[in-house]
Nanobody
Framework: VQLQASGGGLVQPGGSLRLSCAAS????????AGWYRQTPGKQRELVAS???????NYADSVKGRFTISRDNVKNTVFLQMNSLKPEDTAVYYC?????????????WGQGTLVTVSS
């Protein structure tokens, strides 16, 4: 199984971006997924997560601005980011826990850079 993240780029403050994380490969089922971000010299932090039942959680810094969602048909997890701020600048990583056969496995996508700047 591979995760392919996309959607990063340069955006002005107040703008929006939508990140995508597509899973492909062997037969699998989503268990849970999350988006993390990391800036130089800092630990990777959890931004948003979605559980198998669709329940979501967000870091306080992004509540009301970011929305995580999942398309089970396309095997894709999204992060809609609105009202972006310069402090949202980071490399964003998707993480998925997938049931592959009877094993729960942890996968990471490659990072996608989000830059919020005027």
């Amino acid at each position: 199984v591979q995760l392919q993240a996309s959607g990063g780029g340069l955006v002005q403050p107040g703008g929006s971006l939508r990140l995508s994380c597509a899973a492909s490969g062997s037969s699998f089922r989503f268990a849970s997924a999350g988006w993390y971000r990391q800036t130089p010299g800092k630990q990777r932090e959890l931004v948003a997560s979605i559980g198998s039942g669709g329940g979501t959680n967000y870091a306080d810094s992004v509540k009301g601005r970011f929305t995580i969602s999942r398309d089970n048909v396309k095997n894709t997890v999204f992060l809609q980011m609105n009202s972006l701020k310069p402090e949202d600048t980071a490399v964003y990583y998707c993480n998925c826990f997938l049931w592959v056969n009877t094993a729960l496995r942890d996968y990471w996508g490659q990072g996608t850079l989000v830059t919020v700047s005027s």
